[in-house]
């Protein structure tokens, strides 16, 4: 069993930046694409971005050059996010590709005040 887990959600106000973490941990042999998405009330989880093993990522247009995905080791991706909007916020959720099955984090809120 994989498990993800999120830190660095909070409450922040419009224009601030905060930084998420997620750690993968357990028995792994294999570990592809890691990502986050996010879900606000009343809507659809929708993808924010979302990084390869060999660092090519991609990004929810509404996102491209405010926030930046990143991973450290095979077992750990970061999202930056700068220029925060109140649209923003939203439950962000880790995902990733491991053991050739689909994993998900238990969620961070992120709350950016106008």
């Known amino acids: 069993q994989v498990r993800l887990v999120e830190s660095g959600g909070g409450l922040v106000q419009a224009g601030g930046s905060l930084r998420l973490s997620c750690a993968a941990s357990?028995?792994?042999?294999?570990?592809?694409?890691m990502g986050w998405y996010r879900q606000a009330p009343g809507k659809q989880r929708e993808l924010v971005a979302t990084?390869?093993?060999?660092?090519?990522a991609n990004y929810l247009d509404s996102v491209k050059d405010r926030f930046t995905i990143s991973r450290d080791n095979a077992k750990t991706v970061y999202l930056q996010m700068n220029s925060l909007k109140p649209e923003d916020t939203a439950v962000y959720y880790c995902?990733?590709?491991?053991?050739?099955?689909?994993?998900w984090g238990q969620g961070t809120q992120v709350t950016v005040s106008s």
């Open positions: 995902n990733a590709e491991a053991n050739r099955r689909n994993y």
């Open positions: 990084i390869a093993s060999g660092g090519s």
């Open positions: 357990g028995i792994i042999f294999s570990i592809n694409a």
